[in-house]
């Protein structure tokens, strides 16, 4: 078997107006887009920062988690300790009398930013802070996020204390796509605990209120400290495009305002998303050796989305790359190649291929139908040499 590659075609596109890149004035900064797995932009995005609340995601993961686990429920109680009653800045105003839910404490840190739910939550899952901290390091390494450090659950100004926005990317990605039915939570903008919360202490997030009629903002976290600046994990959805931002380092809550609204604005009218190949349309039939039938179809999964940047003259090109022929048997959904899409100012995108049907092996008459064609092929190919 020898590799081969077959060109399926060049997509032509000819748009109105250039894409421009967008340069923010956040410290570090990454962009993605959810459905096709595109960065659009990154900045300093490797870069270990001050989380501040937005590392309390890393919290929420393993409270999410916890919950599919089995291992609590929406209405799991867990008490409140002198440390958590006593934590300063954002709360949510538990007391040590409280037996608040774990719904409760959702709430409370999404909504109110609470540093006293997040230590409560900690210690519920693992005894104390510091062996949570433990914990969310370690699942950490597992989920990729390899420029985060984490010493407390809340987000706490701590020389020790870092992430990168790529690696807050990747955990507010997660959180949307494997924990869908809580996510919705993070659209919330107001919750008050037994009364008890001020009625400035809603939900910060800037985005979540403004009516755009282009997209709708839906997530995720604000977070800021003196040393980090005003930051913001922020998501938003425009038909079936969403969009995962990460900044920090912003002057003023006004200037994170400004600068999110920019981002989604530009990531929606920047971009176009173009369908070049549907769900379960064959992509290439490749050959097949001793099978009972001479090609098999091979095709992606889910089909192929890809984003074009405005203005891009040039065309997506598409090529399959796959060893063959391709011996039977062959199963319906063995990965067989890859899909290779060159597109013109965003890079090479590379997908699997997979069997469309089965192929069984033939018998001894084929066996020997097939090989006499290998031997006619290699004929014709010495002829050629």
């Not at 870069?47 to 929420?60: I, Y």
């Amino acid at each position: 078997m020898r590799a081969l590659t077959f060109r399926i075609f060049t997509l032509a596109m000819l748009l109105a107006l250039p894409a421009q890149a967008f340069d923010t004035t956040a410290r570090a900064a990454w962009v993605y887009d959810v459905a096709t797995g595109t960065v659009l932009m990154e900045k300093n995005a490797d870069e270990p920062l001050p989380p501040a609340s937005m590392s309390k995601l890393m919290t929420l993961n393993m409270l999410f988690e916890a919950l599919h686990d089995g291992r609590v429920a929406m209405d799991t109680t867990f008490p409140v300790s002198t440390k958590a009653w006593q934590m300063g800045g954002s709360k949510m105003f538990v007391e040590p009398a409280d037996r608040p839910t774990v719904e409760d404490l959702i709430h409370g840190i999404i909504i109110n930013s609470g540093n006293d739910a997040c230590v409560v939550v900690a210690e519920g899952l693992a005894g104390t802070e510091e062996a949570f901290a433990r914990l969310m390091n370690e699942r950490a390494r597992q989920l990729g996020m390899t420029n985060s450090h984490f010493v407390n659950a809340s987000g706490w100004p701590d020389p020790q204390h870092r992430m990168s926005m790529h690696d807050l990317g990747l955990l507010a990605t997660r959180l949307i796509t494997e924990f869908p039915e809580l996510y919705k939570n993070f659209a919330l903008t107001e919750y008050n605990y037994k009364g008890r919360v001020p009625s400035n202490a809603g939900n910060r997030n800037p985005l979540l209120r403004l009516g755009t009629g282009d997209w709708k903002a839906d997530g995720l976290k604000t977070g800021h400290t003196q040393e980090a600046g005003y930051g913001l994990v922020g998501s938003a959805v425009q038909g079936d495009r969403r969009i995962v931002f990460v900044i920090t380092g912003l002057p003023s809550e006004k200037a994170r305002a400004e600068e999110s609204e920019q981002i989604v604005n530009w990531a929606y009218r920047q971009f176009t998303m173009r369908t070049i190949i549907p769900k379960d349309e064959i992509v290439v039939q490749a050959p097949v050796w001793l099978g009972d039938k001479s090609r098999v179809g091979l095709t992606t999964k889910d089909g192929v989305r890809v984003l074009i940047p405005a203005g891009s003259h040039a065309g997506v090109k598409a090529e399959a790359v796959f060893n063959g022929p391709i011996e039977a048997p062959i199963a319906q959904g063995d990965r067989l190649g890859e899909l290779i899409v060159d597109i013109p100012g965003a890079g090479q995108s590379r997908l699997p291929l997979f069997a469309a049907s089965n192929v069984a092996r033939t018998g001894v008459l084929g066996r020997m139908q097939s090989a006499a064609f290998r031997l006619g092929e290699r004929a014709v190919q010495a002829m050629r040499n």
